[in-house]
């Protein structure tokens, strides 16, 4: 069993800043990717940050030079940090890993920015 626990989210002015976090645990032999992707509502899923498997990341270009994602191979963990955040982040944000041929997904942490 694979689980992912998210921390971090809340409200936020525009302009500023948040850092969430990513845990995963379980039964897990070799994470393949591990990133965070987010869902506003009436819209799709989509990236927003990703490790993918040659060790490179991967950003969605709406967020390019303000979010930065990190993470502890070792401890299973992949940090975003977000910042000169726009209303038009707000969203529910999801990690998101995949371990071989299956995706998991943590519960979602809101993020909401205020104008």
């Known amino acids: 069993q694979v689980q992912l626990v998210e921390s971090g989210g809340g409200p936020v002015q525009a302009g500023g800043s948040l850092r969430l976090s990513c845990a995963a645990s379980?039964?897990?032999?070799?994470?393949?990717?591990m990133g965070w992707y987010r869902q506003a509502p009436g819209k799709q899923r989509e990236l927003v940050a990703t490790f993918i498997s040659d060790g490179n990341t991967k950003y969605a270009d709406s967020v390019k030079g303000r979010f930065t994602i990190a993470r502890d191979s070792a401890k299973k963990t992949a940090n975003l940090q977000m910042n000169s955040l726009k209303p038009e982040d707000t969203a529910v944000y999801y990690c998101g890993i995949t371990v071989s041929i299956q995706t998991y997904w943590g519960q979602g942490t809101q993020v909401t920015v205020s104008a």
């Open positions: 379980g039964s897990i032999f070799r994470i393949n990717t």
